[in-house]
């Protein structure tokens, strides 16, 4: 490139670069408070990157990594890394933690548009052919970047040295199409790039492979939405008597923009779309709700300075209610569905059980059992010691009495076994279960909690009672 284009680069770069951090300040300072809230650590993560002529500088990134990351794994960033944080995904998957570098744009460090900077060990790999990408600046926007190709997608699953694999594999290819830029690099090549480059980099983000993995997700992230402008909608309504005034109209198309705007990100945030709806449970509900009012509040703070002002508080706070009654409530029925799907129908060849206790273990107990379509037992009912916990529902299996009931439910229902928490029982209570089985020639297994199973310790209750070792599982 000749001095004069090296001159209307370094121009195109201060001015873009100026102008973008001018725009973008606002949400760089969105993304450092999400930073700050998700996990402890700096707002940026600064580090080591080869530049012109392998001159080392320090680039800028929003941190998506826990602190000390590269002290606990790879240099590189493979699939599904846990060392990524929940705003570091998004940030990832969209490229916003790339923005910073805007800073060494301006400063001079890097381009807006070049090969992309490299860590200082892989550029000792370089041979002598590849050595020219060295020639000029590092961009912002890359040539690999630009022809849409994912990195991380092209580890195999299973890699165990990605270091390796990165430099015989990913790193030839790369400078391949880095060194063929660096031949023909040019002003009106680089305004060529900065063009197309950001819809290239936003089209790489959504491939086929990407909605073919995340069609889930999708379709429940598209319900919420719909889900979003019901409730404030039928919000709206409520509060004006099922009358809504042509007045309001202004106010519910534009807040209805910074709902759909600005929930969504949030419901990400709590991760609602990685949640398994057939085990969903008081945990998922929990982080709904804190979704929901993170969300209103959001929109109620942006609502406040963009100037509607005079907007009723009462809305968002029905809106909030149905919100949350809406989205838990699809959640829970599409659970049963597919709880259902997975259940046969035919019992007659299964073991008809009791489960004894009603507390954690005796749920886990009844959860596992009733969930698991390779499960040959069928709960008929619980019993436990605390009368007040009697005629109960647990996952619709009722609580029918305590020790001395059990020869009712056996004869009732054809109990086979009984099954005994001994998380949720005393051991005299257990001791009277167990004579009660003996009596009435009935299996039992004791079923000990699991931390004694991790613990690798005997249950309480066998150290105490010396229960034979044939009742225990």
Same mark, same amino acid.
């Given at each position: 490139?000749?001095?004069?284009?090296?001159?209307?680069?370094?121009?195109?770069?201060?001015?873009?670069?100026?102008?973008?951090?001018?725009?973008?300040?606002?949400?760089?300072?969105?993304?450092?408070?999400?930073?700050?809230?998700?996990?402890?650590?700096?707002?940026?993560?600064?580090?080591?990157?080869?530049?012109?002529?392998?001159?080392?500088?320090?680039?800028?990134?929003?941190?998506?990594?826990?602190?000390?990351?590269?002290?606990?794994?790879?240099?590189?960033?493979?699939?599904?890394?846990?060392?990524?944080?929940?705003?570091?995904?998004?940030?990832?998957?969209?490229?916003?933690?790339?923005?910073?570098?805007?800073?060494?744009?301006?400063?001079?460090?890097?381009?807006?548009?070049?090969?992309?900077?490299?860590?200082?060990?892989?550029?000792?790999?370089?041979?002598?052919?590849?050595?020219?990408?060295?020639?000029?600046?590092?961009?912002?926007?890359?040539?690999?970047?630009?022809?849409?190709?994912?990195?991380?997608?092209?580890?195999?699953?299973?890699?165990?040295?990605?270091?390796?694999?990165?430099?015989?594999?990913?790193?030839?290819?790369?400078?391949?199409?880095?060194?063929?830029?660096?031949?023909?690099?040019?002003?009106?090549?680089?305004?060529?790039?900065?063009?197309?480059?950001?819809?290239?980099?936003?089209?790489?983000?959504?491939?086929?492979?990407?909605?073919?993995?995340?069609?889930?997700?999708?379709?429940?992230?598209?319900?919420?939405?719909?889900?979003?402008?019901?409730?404030?909608?039928?919000?709206?309504?409520?509060?004006?008597?099922?009358?809504?005034?042509?007045?309001?109209?202004?106010?519910?198309?534009?807040?209805?923009?910074?709902?759909?705007?600005?929930?969504?990100?949030?419901?990400?945030?709590?991760?609602?779309?990685?949640?398994?709806?057939?085990?969903?449970?008081?945990?998922?509900?929990?982080?709904?709700?804190?979704?929901?009012?993170?969300?209103?509040?959001?929109?109620?703070?942006?609502?406040?300075?963009?100037?509607?002002?005079?907007?009723?508080?009462?809305?968002?706070?029905?809106?909030?209610?149905?919100?949350?009654?809406?989205?838990?409530?699809?959640?829970?029925?599409?659970?049963?569905?597919?709880?259902?799907?997975?259940?046969?129908?035919?019992?007659?060849?299964?073991?008809?059980?009791?489960? $004894?206790? *009603?507390? /954690? #273990?005796? =749920?886990?107990? &009844?959860?596992? @059992?009733?969930?698991?379509?390779? +499960?040959?037992?069928?709960?008929?009912?619980?019993?436990?010691?605390?009368?007040?916990?009697?005629?109960?529902?647990?996952?619709?299996?009722?609580?029918?009495?305590?020790?001395?009931?059990?020869?009712? $439910?056996? *004869?009732? /229902? #054809?109990? =086979?076994?009984? &099954?005994?928490? @001994?998380?949720?029982?005393?051991? +005299?209570?257990?001791?009277?279960?167990?004579?009660?089985?003996?009596?009435?020639?009935?299996?039992?297994?004791?079923?000990?909690?699991?931390?004694?199973?991790?613990?690798?310790?005997?249950?309480?209750?066998?150290?105490?009672?010396?229960?034979?070792?044939?009742?225990?599982?």
């Amino acid at each position: 490139m000749s001095p004069g284009a090296e001159l209307g680069k370094r121009a195109l770069d201060l001015c873009v670069g100026l102008v973008a951090m001018a725009f973008l300040w606002p949400l760089f300072a969105i993304i450092a408070l999400l930073i700050k809230l998700d996990s402890k650590g700096p707002v940026f993560f600064r580090q080591e990157r080869a530049g012109r002529d392998g001159k080392p500088f320090r680039i800028y990134k929003f941190r998506t990594m826990i602190v000390g990351a590269y002290r606990s794994g790879a240099r590189l960033t493979v699939k599904r890394d846990p060392r990524i944080t929940q705003v570091g995904q998004v940030l990832r998957w969209t490229k916003l933690d790339e923005f910073p570098q805007l800073i060494n744009v301006i400063v001079g460090d890097m381009s807006l548009v070049g090969p992309r900077p490299e860590d200082p060990y892989f550029v000792n790999f370089y041979t002598p052919e590849q050595r020219p990408v060295l020639a000029v600046k590092p961009g912002l926007i890359g040539p690999s970047q630009i022809d849409g190709r994912d990195e991380v997608e092209k580890y195999p699953e299973g890699c165990e040295d990605t270091e390796k694999y990165y430099i015989e594999h990913i790193l030839p290819e790369k400078l391949v199409r880095d060194v063929e830029y660096v031949r023909n690099a040019s002003l009106r090549g680089d305004i060529r790039f900065l063009v197309g480059g950001f819809w290239s980099v936003l089209a790489s983000q959504f491939k086929k492979s990407f909605f073919s993995r995340a069609r889930g997700r999708l379709a429940l992230l598209s319900m919420d939405l719909g889900l979003i402008v019901l409730s404030y909608v039928l919000a709206n309504f409520i509060h004006f008597d099922w009358d809504l005034p042509n007045k309001a109209w202004p106010y519910v198309s534009r807040t209805l923009f910074w709902s759909v705007l600005l929930k969504p990100p949030v419901f990400i945030y709590y991760g609602l779309y990685q949640r398994s709806m057939r085990w969903l449970g008081r945990r998922d509900l929990a982080a709904i709700v804190k979704a929901a009012s993170l969300g209103s509040a959001l929109v109620v703070a942006v609502t406040y300075f963009t100037g509607l002002r005079a907007h009723s508080r009462a809305i968002f706070i029905v809106d909030w209610s149905l919100l949350i009654f809406l989205m838990a409530g699809f959640r829970f029925a599409l659970r049963h569905v597919l709880s259902g799907a997975s259940r046969p129908v035919h019992r007659a060849a299964y073991i008809r059980v009791l489960v $004894a206790g *009603s507390g /954690h #273990g005796g =749920e886990s107990i &009844l959860r596992s @059992l009733l969930e698991d379509p390779r +499960s040959r037992f069928l709960p008929v009912g619980i019993i436990d010691h605390e009368p007040h916990r009697w005629g109960a529902l647990i996952h619709g299996i009722r609580v029918m009495g305590g020790a001395t009931d059990i020869a009712m $439910a056996a *004869s009732t /229902h #054809g109990v =086979e076994m009984v &099954l005994v928490a @001994l998380a949720d029982l005393d051991p +005299s209570v257990v001791r009277d279960i167990v004579e009660a089985c003996k009596k009435l020639d009935i299996q039992y297994r004791l079923i000990p909690a699991l931390s004694d199973v991790l613990a690798q310790q005997e249950p309480e209750l066998v150290r105490t009672a010396a229960l034979p070792h044939e009742g225990r599982i």
